[in-house]
């Protein structure tokens, strides 16, 4: 036991005698949080739309105003022809043109069928298609009133329906993206760092002085990764608490639960360093195999940003090895719907033994390497 | 010159004789474009819905059957009256519940008004958004032929209709806008990290010293660092292209010259970059945190490479200014996908090309300083 602690002091003179390092994985995170915080939303909003108006009418210019006082909408210019809408869509000044035809205002008059124009631009899929989701909405509303106007029906419908949102009713994308922040962040830090660790002693030459010392294996490794351990409960409890009171995402379960299930996680992440770190040979091996092969993939696979529902089958069963996956499904059910165990055992379960395993397998090749 | 030379060859020596670094440098990125390219999209469907039919009439079971043929809701339970919604919707079993009141057959066979109710997870705001409009518009086409029943609207269809059409991407595919953000931030890597991390390995095993000694000066050993990596790059960029032209039909639409050009442009602000924060970083560790949050992670966050930048609050708006990916991007998404003239482009261009010299100048400064 005494051997151990005279490691953990070693291992926490080291990291203070490099003041940057220290400061970089107390500040990287915050800041990192609040970054994503702000930036990561997959709202659409604030559009920039070309209008060509070729009948410059007063109901061509009611549908125009439509537009303008939509949030979603921003008007960046008018144009009077049709062709002139290429320049604004090229150059990215406007995502998306509509394009009204002359005599719209005559045949809405008659009552005849007129159809309007959208074109959007695809360069940049997603927010294309929300858009164009909103541009069908509010169509879709005008012409309601436009049929009700003239006498043919419309107003309420005779179906309506009555939606309602759970768990998170505003819909701000902010409460989805701030719990996975957590789980990205708790990875990124503590992975990176113990899988230098060790790595850095094999670089230094260190490690052969470490294994004539009568420190036994696993006492080596429980040293190496305590340190890692504390700096990442630090980093749980800043970044719940901005996440709680600075982006004001609610906790609806328990705070315990949430704090021993990051343990839990914590136990993933360092085994995952500890197991880069017995097949790396040196530091930028290590980074890069940890942030190549393991970080990235994780992040954008587990359901992090992209919805895993929305994978190939074959990329879906793939996901199930992911531990981050588990992790995002059981930090996300705490903080929205407020569920505990009795709904997040088999993700509990699925955490603990990816930690297990993954520290068993690291250790066993550690003291296979070395000894 | 003889000099610079003579610094590249070691560093692709150094580079060679780690094999999966290099490998990781070259291959991998083409390979994340595959999981990438054909794993990750926002394009929603295969929904899971559960029904709770309290009314089991036939007009019922053509509105269940409206939403299933759709083609974007799977039904994956039956609710028996109130049975535990909340289970289901807590558990992640359905991501959508459809309940429909007793009696709706009824009301609507009379033309008197109804609704259906639709509970919707909310977690994933982006997703819970689409779901919703994919029901409200369902309904809203139910409802429309029980009007042209009960001959409340006129059966000739709307009066106003929407003729949307998508330029540079008519399939909205997610691959094709992928592709230009993963060449920033491959670029990223590849250009920012490997170079840091190699400058300061020389710092960190004491060799940094011997080459001082030498008789190489300062910008001689930054160029003959550099070169191998802009070469690595610049293969790996244009590998994602390649790759991506033969399995995602990727257009190239504007001029490879001009391509060339810019992506260059890009890595040499990038590798500027790298060199910088090795004059700041004494270990690779620190060098590779600050690589991570300074250039990396907003590559990634504040370029529109997944995040809008339109939707994003004003002060972060202001910072994407000084985030090169956010030029590049547009650049990048332009000449590819858009095929137009490099004209169009010029503030952008600009931009970068002013970015990339600043960081230059930024760097060489402070090499200048350090080496004396």
């Known amino acids: ?371 | 010159m003889r000099r610079v030379l003579a610094v590249a060859m070691k560093e692709l020596r150094q580079v060679r004789r780690d094999q999966r670094s290099l490998l990781i440098l070259l291959f991998v990125p083409a390979f994340f474009l595959l999981v990438y390219g054909y794993a990750l999209n926002f394009d929603i469907r295969n929904i899971r819905l559960a029904v709770q039919d309290d009314d089991r009439s036939t007009a019922s079971r053509e509105v269940i059957s409206a939403f299933v043929n759709s083609g974007y809701f799977d039904l994956v339970a039956d609710v028996v009256d109130g049975h535990d919604i909340m289970g289901i919707l807590n558990r992640g079993d359905a991501r959508a519940v459809l309940v429909i009141p007793s009696r709706f057959g009824a009301d609507t066979a009379a033309g008197r008004h109804t609704s259906l109710q639709i509970l919707i997870n909310g977690d994933n705001a982006n997703t819970a958004t689409t779901v919703m409009g994919y029901a409200v518009g369902l309904v809203s086409t139910v409802s429309s032929r029980y009007e042209i029943q009960a001959r409340i609207a006129s059966p000739t269809g709307p009066l106003l209709t929407l003729e949307p059409r998508v330029w540079y991407n008519p399939e909205l595919r997610s691959a094709l806008f992928l592709v230009p953000g993963l060449i920033a931030y491959i670029a990223m890597l590849t250009a920012v990290v490997s170079t840091a991390l190699s400058v300061v390995r020389e710092k960190e095993a004491g060799t940094m010293e011997q080459i001082r000694m030498s008789p190489i000066g300062a910008s001689a050993y930054v160029i003959g660092k550099t070169v191998p990596y802009f070469a690595i790059s610049l293969a790996s960029s244009l590998g994602v292209v390649a790759v991506s032209m033969a399995l995602f039909d990727l257009p190239v639409r504007g001029s490879w010259v001009a391509l060339i050009a810019c992506v260059s442009l890009f890595l040499v602000g990038a590798l500027a970059f790298g060199v910088l924060i090795s004059t700041i970083a004494e270990s690779q560790q620190v060098a590779f945190q600050l690589a991570l949050l300074t250039s990396f992670l907003p590559t990634l966050m504040l370029s529109g490479f997944i995040f809008p930048i339109s939707s994003m609050p004003v002060f972060l708006q202001a910072i994407t200014h000084v985030v090169p990916a956010r030029y590049f991007l547009v650049i990048l998404r332009g000449l590819l996908l858009k095929g137009v003239d490099v004209r169009v482009l010029w503030v952008d261009i600009l931009s970068l090309a002013a970015f990339s010299l600043a960081v230059l100048a930024l760097a060489s400064l402070r090499l200048k300083r350090a080496w004396a």
């Open chain 1, 1 to 371: 036991m005494q051997r151990l602690r005279s490691l953990i002091r070693k291992e926490l003179i080291e990291l203070r005698r490099d003041p940057r390092l220290f400061a970089i994985v107390i500040v990287a995170p915050l800041v990192q949080l609040t970054l994503l915080g702000y930036a990561a939303t997959t709202d659409v909003h604030d559009v920039p739309l070309v209008v060509a108006d070729e009948d410059r009418s007063a109901e061509s210019r009611a549908l125009v105003s439509r537009f303008d006082a939509s949030q979603n909408f921003v008007i960046a210019d008018s144009v009077s022809t049709t062709a002139a809408i290429d320049a604004y869509l090229d150059s990215g000044r406007a995502w998306m043109a509509l394009d009204i035809p002359a005599r719209y205002g005559e045949r809405i008059r008659n009552g005849q069928p007129v159809q309007v124009q959208v074109v959007a631009d695809g360069s940049d899929a997603n927010s294309t298609n929300v858009a164009l989701g909103y541009a069908g909405s509010l169509i879709a509303g005008y012409n309601r009133e436009l049929a009700a106007a003239a006498g043919r029906g419309g107003g309420e419908p005779l179906v309506s329906a009555q939606v309602r949102v759970w768990f998170n009713p505003q819909l701000e994308s902010r409460f989805f993206i701030i719990p996975g922040v957590l789980a990205l962040l708790l990875l990124v830090v503590t992975t990176n760092l113990s899988s230098m660790a060790i790595v850095r002693e094999k670089e230094l030459g260190t490690l052969e002085q470490l294994n004539v010392t009568p420190l036994a294996r696993w006492e080596l490794i429980v040293g190496k990764l305590l340190p890692y351990a504390l700096i990442g409960a630090v980093d749980v409890l800043l970044v719940v608490g901005v996440a709680i009171f600075w982006f004001e995402v609610p906790l609806r379960g328990s705070l315990a639960l949430l704090i021993a299930m990051c343990f839990v996680y914590l136990l993933t992440t360092l085994g995952l360093g500890l197991f880069v770190s017995t097949i790396s040979k040196t530091q930028q091996q290590a980074m890069m195999t940890s942030s190549f092969f393991f970080m990235i993939p994780m992040v954008f696979l587990s359901g992090f940003v992209f919805p895993i529902e929305n994978m190939p089958d074959v990329v879906q069963q793939v996901t199930r090895l992911i531990p981050l996956r588990y992790f995002l499904v059981i930090v996300r059910g705490i903080f929205l719907k407020g569920v505990g165990l009795e709904t997040l055992w088999p993700q509990a379960l699925a955490l603990a033994g990816w930690g297990i395993a993954i520290l068993t397998l690291a250790t066993l090749r550690s003291s296979k390497r070395l000894s």
